[in-house]
């Protein structure tokens, strides 16, 4: 069969939207999707496994990586720099297999550029009080470290015209609804059901009469 190139979904966030959780829905509805596993400098939060969540790395070590030209894009957040794996990324691409970035917005415009045909989804929270508490709710954070997450959330949605769909987190089972309907979507257009070989039999029988 014919080598074809999988969609690349890239899911953008403000910190305390429940990106996660919408993200893991989405991944144990559909094992198709392959979930790009980020490379940190962050260290594990509690409950965190390497590999699972991301492949911790010393700040050093990223910065060796960063010049080997190991990341397809990398970014620093919140103080801490996340990377995507460029060879995981080329090599799961290359075998057909759909791939979701969990990503923030300078690491989509990164791809972007790469891959003009990725599809860009943003996720927001019902309203700001709504991300406000649920970000008092998460964590111990000070009255100034909550207020620097919402000055960048701030930035964040500045970026909304840059995604191609828009869903809000209100009610999770919608969100998760939504978000695999996209994927449904994508995977219906044109140029992707003709990259199928028993489409393009299909074809060739109907246009054969
Ligand atoms: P957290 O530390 O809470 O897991 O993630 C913080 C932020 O970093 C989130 O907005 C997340 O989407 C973003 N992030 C995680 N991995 C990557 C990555 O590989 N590249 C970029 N640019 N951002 C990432």
New binding site residues.
Partial sequence: MAMCTGCLFII?AP?GTGKTSLVSALLENDPELRLSI?Y?S?PPREGEEEGRDYHFVSRERFEKMQISGDFL???E??G?W???SQRWISETMQSGQDIVL???C??AAQVRKFFPQSVGIFVLPPSASALEERLLARNKDTADVIRRRLKAVREEVSHINEFDYVIINSILEDAIHDLICVVRAERLKRARQLQLQKNQVLISQLTSF
Avoid: H, L, P, W
Wanted: glycine share 10%; aromatic share 10%; charged share 20%.
């Fill in positions: 953008t910190s980020s940190t962050r894009e990398s970014a957040v919140y801490n996340y990377g995507t969990e990503i923030d300078q690491g």
